[in-house]
């Protein structure tokens, strides 16, 4: 036993070194790439520092991300959206009137501030997961992400195609546009051959790390080019690199500069990209996380990831790199090999130590353009095609044409502003735009659901005279189904919509069940749209606001509730259906849903005869119960038949696994109660209780089946009859069905 335990062991430490091997042969490339990137205004002679420090965030960064994080097996590193953010900074400090010009080392103080940026940004990931806020950074809406996303992915290759070309610094893109004599044909080839390679090894050679294959194809194309012609010793390459280990005393030297540094007039807007190089982070983090959780059935914690993240992008600040976040790319090499715990992080880590300080020389004199080439394929593959996608499908229906037109606004707009004006802007402005259609979308879809008295009826089963006149009249009543919140940008145009489709109606359902909350402004327009509802001589109900329902105790405090007459709050909206229907059927149609229905009324005796009726009498006995009687019980084995001369009963069922009921039907006078019973011998499936004082004709069982020996023509009209009833019912619920199925 205790062999086995020492093997497996040495299995998944094996494991755990083949992974970090794999993410630290694809991490080195992308880490001295993305150095390069950020420190690129700094100009040729800051190359092989930059290099440097793209490779010590990656290390310092990823070590204690590995070591705290909460997502197993996660390989952090520079990303390409806190690069250009960073590349952005850089830039601003450069282009600043009010920068410093006096300091001694002025490529020392920018790296400072830059390392300031990236240590706002990881105390922003350790708040943001201290304060369990792992799952709300995840809901920054798609377009405004994938339009970021996008943007960065532009800025990025703009940012490699000087190196890729292999430019001079006083050259521009532009000049190339007109004299293409000026790029470097041999850089432009090896970076060519490295971008290519990276894409073929993803077609063909999927074992291999594409970017692995990309650097070492664009090194072996350096290497012919270099026998094949002197041009290539032109070729611009990292410079002279040599080891050096971050100490404390980079700290101290930083320190120093702070007094000069800090006379900087835009430090706030160094905080402001240091916020957002948290948030950027801690994205990229998750959504690696989240990455991982599908591809390794790993289980992460989104808030101690963050805090680990944070940690890591201190650490780096202060020995002066950049920042860093989870890697989908590094990470699924890593688990793709056999990693998969926090040793595969921190290995990976020592690895690319040990790389960098005994590899040094050689890596200074590989050429920029293969790093240019890589970077390249990173930023080709970071576009999101959600935005083609958008216009592919851009056809009816209207409402989804509208809301993939605003989205691709949304997602324009983003990259637009991200190109050309800002990182931060076109986050905000993106955001504020969501936000903008969100409100107007949501003051748009209050009403989930209208339909009238005529499509549905309430749960009490009426005669035919009664449910013709609702169907006549059925108009008078309107039910609105509402939903989400109302709130100011929805609340005024809700009333203004209710009353325009109300002109005609008497009645006016709003069933609130749906309703998430509502405000102060909400409020005020409710309580004026029932006293408009009372001035007009109608009646406006409303249901759901019940003892415990959330909005309830806000509507007392907004004097809502006290506006409202009692008689129109109702538990549920059948319940104010009911009521709206008894309003009708007593005074537009002058039925008497309370009058005692003498026998030959009773639609089970329709088309009866005197002498058939005479026949029936013999087997009919009289039948009352006081209000709160159980007139049946589910389960009972009876098969009586009651028909109601006056009253009003309910039917309910008991809930399962509970001690509640439900009502199912009430029933008025005129009704039948228990025919199903009568006809097929199963057990009563439902209570049936007397809501008032109420009197029945009772048929028993066996007086039926005398009445189908001795009187079959008059027995089959009764259960005609019984037949006619119960299809009326059919169809008044299947009409319900279709209406809640339809809209």
Same mark, same amino acid.
């Given at each position: 036993?205790?062999?086995?335990? !020492?093997?497996?062991?040495?299995?998944?430490?094996?494991?755990?070194?083949?992974?970090?091997?794999?993410?630290?042969?694809?991490?080195?490339?992308?880490a001295?790439?993305?150095?390069?990137?950020?420190?690129?205004?700094?100009?040729?002679?800051?190359?092989?520092?930059? =290099?440097?420090?793209?490779?010590?965030?990656?290390?310092?960064?990823?070590?204690?991300?590995?070591?705290?994080?909460?997502?197993?097996?996660?390989?952090?590193?520079?990303?390409?959206?806190?690069?250009?953010?960073?590349?952005?900074v850089?830039?601003?400090?450069m282009?600043?009137?009010?920068?410093?010009?006096?300091?001694?080392? %002025?490529?020392?103080?920018?790296? @400072?501030?830059v390392?300031?940026?990236?240590?706002?940004?990881?105390?922003?990931?350790?708040?943001?997961?201290?304060?369990?806020?792992?799952?709300?950074?995840?809901?920054?809406?798609?377009?405004v992400?994938?339009?970021?996303? #996008?943007?960065?992915?532009?800025?990025?290759?703009?940012?490699?195609?000087?190196?890729?070309?292999?430019?001079?610094?006083?050259?521009?893109?532009?000049?190339?546009?007109?004299?293409?004599?000026?790029?470097?044909?041999?850089?432009?080839? +090896?970076?060519?051959?490295?971008?290519?390679?990276?894409?073929?090894?993803?077609?063909?050679?999927?074992?291999?790390?594409? +970017?692995?294959?990309?650097?070492?194809?664009?090194?072996?194309?350096?290497?012919?080019?270099?026998l094949?012609t002197?041009?290539?010793?032109?070729?611009?390459?990292?410079?002279?690199?040599?080891?050096?280990?971050?100490?404390?005393?980079?700290?101290?030297?930083?320190?120093? *500069?702070?007094?000069?540094?800090?006379?900087?007039?835009?430090?706030?807007?160094?905080?402001?990209?240091?916020?957002?190089?948290?948030?950027?982070?801690?994205?990229?983090?998750?959504?690696s996380?989240?990455?991982?959780?599908?591809?390794?059935?790993?289980?992460?914690?989104s808030?101690?990831?963050?805090?680990?993240?944070?940690?890591?992008?201190?650490?780096?600040?202060?020995?002066?790199?950049?920042?860093?976040?989870? $890697?989908?790319?590094r990470?699924?090499?890593?688990?793709?090999?056999?990693?998969?715990?926090?040793?595969?992080?921190?290995?990976?880590?020592?690895?690319m130590?040990?790389?960098?300080?005994t590899?040094?020389?050689?890596?200074?004199?590989?050429?920029?353009?293969?790093?240019?080439?890589?970077? +390249?394929s990173?930023?080709?593959?970071?576009?999101?095609?959600?935005?083609?996608?958008?216009?592919?499908?851009?056809?009816?229906?209207?409402?989804?044409?509208?809301?993939?037109?605003?989205?691709?606004?949304?997602?324009?707009?983003?990259?637009?502003?991200?190109?050309?004006?800002?990182?931060?802007?076109?986050?905000?402005?993106?955001?504020?735009?969501?936000?903008?259609? @969100?409100?107007?979308?949501?003051?748009?879809?209050?009403?989930?659901?209208?339909? $009238?008295?005529?499509?549905? !009826?309430?749960?009490?089963i009426?005669?035919?005279?009664?449910?013709?006149?609702?169907?006549?009249?059925g108009?008078e009543?309107? +039910?609105?189904?509402?939903?989400?919140?109302?709130?100011?940008?929805?609340?005024?145009?809700?009333?203004?919509l209710?009353?325009?489709?109300t002109?005609?109606?008497?009645?006016?359902?709003?069933?609130?069940?749906?309703?998430?909350?509502?405000?102060? !402004?909400?409020?005020?327009?409710?309580?004026?749209?029932?006293?408009?509802?009372?001035?007009?001589?109608?009646?406006?109900?409303?249901?759901?606001?019940?003892?415990?329902?959330?909005? %309830?105790?806000?509507?007392?405090?907004?004097?809502?509730?006290?506006?409202? =007459?009692? *008689?129109?709050?109702?538990?549920?909206a059948?319940?104010?259906?009911?009521?709206?229907?008894?309003?009708?059927?007593?005074?537009?149609?002058?039925?008497?849903?309370?009058?005692?229905?003498?026998?030959?009324?009773?639609?089970?005796?329709? #088309?009866?005869?005197?002498?058939?009726?005479?026949?029936?009498?013999?087997?009919?006995?009289? %039948?009352?119960?006081?209000?709160?009687?159980?007139?049946?019980?589910?389960?009972?084995?009876?098969?009586?038949?009651?028909?109601?001369?006056?009253?009003?009963?309910?039917?309910?069922?008991h809930?399962?696994?509970?001690?509640?009921?439900?009502?199912? @039907?009430?029933?008025g006078?005129?009704?039948?109660?228990?025919?199903?019973?009568?006809?097929?011998?199963?057990?009563?499936?439902?209570?049936?209780?007397?809501?008032?004082?109420?009197?029945?004709?009772?048929? !028993?069982?066996?007086?039926? %089946?005398?009445?189908?020996?001795?009187?079959?023509?008059?027995?089959?009209?009764?259960? $005609?009859?019984? =037949?006619?009833?119960?299809?009326?019912?059919?169809?008044?619920?299947?009409?319900?069905?279709?209406?809640?199925?339809?809209?």
């Amino acid at each position: 036993m205790k062999n086995s335990k !020492t093997e497996a062991a040495s299995v998944s430490i094996k494991n755990e070194f083949y992974g970090a091997t794999a993410a630290a042969i694809i991490s080195i490339p992308m880490a001295i790439g993305y150095g390069i990137t950020v420190f690129a205004p700094l100009g040729a002679d800051f190359i092989p520092q930059a =290099a440097l420090i793209g490779m010590n965030a990656a290390v310092i960064g990823g070590f204690w991300a590995a070591l705290f994080g909460g997502t197993p097996g996660q390989i952090s590193g520079p990303q390409a959206s806190l690069t250009m953010v960073l590349t952005t900074v850089v830039s601003l400090i450069m282009a600043d009137s009010s920068f410093p010009q006096g300091i001694a080392d %002025k490529h020392l103080t920018i790296v @400072f501030l830059v390392s300031f940026c990236v240590l706002i940004g990881g105390v922003t990931q350790m708040l943001l997961g201290l304060f369990k806020m792992g799952n709300l950074i995840k809901y920054i809406p798609h377009p405004v992400l994938a339009g970021f996303l #996008n943007g960065i992915a532009i800025l990025l290759i703009w940012k490699q195609l000087p190196l890729l070309l292999g430019l001079d610094r006083s050259t521009t893109l532009l000049d190339v546009f007109f004299d293409f004599s000026l790029v470097n044909a041999a850089s432009l080839l +090896i970076g060519l051959a490295a971008l290519c390679a990276v894409f073929a090894s993803r077609a063909f050679l999927k074992r291999m790390p594409s +970017i692995l294959f990309g650097l070492l194809t664009g090194v072996a194309a350096y290497g012919i080019l270099l026998l094949l012609t002197d041009k290539a010793r032109h070729v611009a390459v990292i410079g002279e690199l040599s080891f050096t280990l971050p100490t404390i005393g980079v700290v101290t030297e930083l320190l120093y *500069q702070l007094p000069n540094s800090f006379h900087y007039e835009r430090v706030y807007d160094l905080c402001g990209y240091g916020v957002i190089l948290g948030m950027l982070g801690s994205m990229e983090s998750l959504m690696s996380s989240s990455a991982l959780e599908n591809l390794s059935d790993i289980e992460v914690d989104s808030n101690k990831e963050l805090i680990g993240q944070g940690l890591g992008n201190i650490a780096a600040s202060l020995l002066g790199s950049i920042s860093s976040a989870g $890697s989908i790319i590094r990470s699924h090499a890593n688990i793709k090999a056999g990693g998969r715990g926090r040793l595969s992080g921190v290995l990976c880590s020592v690895i690319m130590l040990l790389c960098i300080w005994t590899s040094a020389p050689l890596i200074g004199k590989i050429p920029l353009s293969i790093f240019a080439g890589v970077i +390249i394929s990173v930023g080709l593959t970071l576009f999101d095609s959600s935005v083609l996608r958008l216009v592919k499908f851009y056809r009816p229906p209207f409402g989804i044409q509208k809301d993939i037109f605003i989205s691709f606004i949304v997602h324009v707009s983003v990259v637009i502003i991200t190109v050309t004006i800002s990182l931060t802007t076109a986050v905000l402005i993106g955001i504020i735009l969501s936000t903008a259609y @969100f409100i107007v979308k949501m003051g748009m879809t209050s009403i989930r659901r209208q339909y $009238s008295g005529s499509d549905i !009826t309430s749960k009490k089963i009426r005669n035919t005279a009664q449910y013709n006149c609702l169907k006549n009249n059925g108009e008078e009543i309107q +039910i609105f189904e509402l939903q989400g919140p109302i709130f100011f940008g929805s609340a005024d145009k809700l009333a203004r919509l209710i009353e325009s489709r109300t002109r005609e109606a008497t009645f006016c359902i709003l069933d609130m069940n749906h309703v998430s909350e509502i405000d102060s !402004t909400g409020a005020v327009i409710l309580i004026r749209l029932y006293k408009r509802f009372v001035k007009a001589g109608k009646h406006l109900l409303i249901t759901h606001l019940n003892d415990g329902h959330s909005m %309830k105790d806000f509507l007392t405090v907004t004097g809502v509730l006290s506006e409202i =007459a009692e *008689q129109h709050l109702f538990h549920d909206a059948d319940e104010a259906l009911e009521w709206a229907e008894n309003r009708i059927i007593s005074e537009l149609c002058y039925i008497d849903d309370r009058k005692r229905y003498p026998l030959p009324e009773l639609e089970v005796f329709y #088309n009866f005869g005197d002498g058939e009726l005479d026949i029936f009498k013999q087997f009919l006995d009289r %039948k009352t119960f006081k209000k709160g009687d159980a007139i049946i019980s589910e389960g009972q084995n009876d098969r009586d038949l009651l028909m109601m001369t006056r009253g009003l009963v309910s039917i309910t069922l008991h809930l399962p696994n509970s001690d509640r009921k439900k009502r199912l @039907f009430t029933f008025g006078s005129g009704a039948i109660i228990g025919e199903m019973a009568l006809l097929d011998g199963h057990p009563r499936s439902a209570d049936v209780w007397a809501d008032q004082d109420s009197e029945f004709y009772r048929l !028993t069982f066996e007086g039926f %089946k005398k009445i189908c020996t001795d009187h079959p023509q008059i027995a089959l009209k009764f259960v $005609s009859n019984i =037949a006619l009833v119960i299809s009326q019912r059919l169809r008044v619920r299947s009409q319900e069905i279709r209406m809640l199925v339809d809209k």
